[in-house]
T-cell receptor, first 114, second 111 residues
């Protein structure tokens, strides 16, 4: 039962172009969404998040869009840089008191080429 | 702040053995969660501790257990290791229960 899905295992983008990473979810109780970046031999690093009361959040080169009716979110990276090459995980949580477990997708490997 | 530190970084155990993985969180991070990441998969939630009590658990059997200590450190214990337990184990902590900081993980190999 994969509640958070990242259907593209990999993506290759040229340096300077836009990278768009997609994520779909099935659980309508999710109210907070996050993107993490992971390099080999390191833990996931938080990138950007969005609450379900918003449809867009921006932080520098990174923008996350949320479409609640479609249960879809996307991460836009503009412009893409070689250092952005990593595995990107979409995660979602549904707050229940003090427990807010993250449900992760399977990740998308982004390769930014020169 | 020193981030989230996990030890050891790598570990090899034999099937049937027991293992303890350790995590040291940042001061003030009352919430700690443990995740299992199998090869090619996203991290899977094991359980969460808040102020030294378990307050959330994923779909993992009771042989996965944990402890959280007052000094913001925590442990993940796995008994009767199985080959499928081979994975990267990640500890994540948060002061609020939302913005989690992850450690670099412990790579466990069960042979």
């Amino acid at each position: 039962d994969q509640q958070v899905k990242q259907n593209s295992p990999s993506l290759s983008v040229q340096e300077g172009r836009i990278s768009i990473l997609n994520c779909d979810y099935t659980n309508s109780m999710f109210d907070y969404f996050l993107w993490y970046k992971k390099y080999p031999a390191e833990g996931p690093t938080f990138l950007i998040s969005i609450s379900s009361i918003k449809d867009k959040n921006e932080d520098g080169r990174f923008t996350v869009f949320l479409n609640k009716s479609a249960k879809h979110l996307s991460l836009h990276i503009v412009p893409s840089q070689p250092g952005d090459s990593a595995v990107y995980f979409c995660a979602a949580s549904a707050a229940t008191g003090t427990a807010s477990k993250l449900t992760f997708g399977t990740g998308t490997r982004l390769q930014v080429t020169l | 702040e020193t981030g989230v530190t996990q030890s050891p970084t790598h570990l090899i155990k034999t099937r049937g053995q027991q293992v303890t993985l350790r995590c040291s969180s940042q001061s003030g991070h009352n919430t700690v969660s443990w995740y299992q990441q199998a090869l090619g998969q996203g991290p899977q939630f094991i359980f969460q501790y808040y102020r030294e009590e378990e307050n959330g658990r994923g779909n993992f059997p009771p042989r996965f257990s944990g402890l959280q200590f007052p000094n913001y450190s925590s442990e993940l214990n796995v008994n009767a290791l199985e080959l499928d337990d081979s994975a990267l184990y990640l500890c994540a902590s948060s002061p609020t229960g939302y913005g989690y900081t992850f450690g670099s993980g412990t790579r466990l190999t069960v042979v």
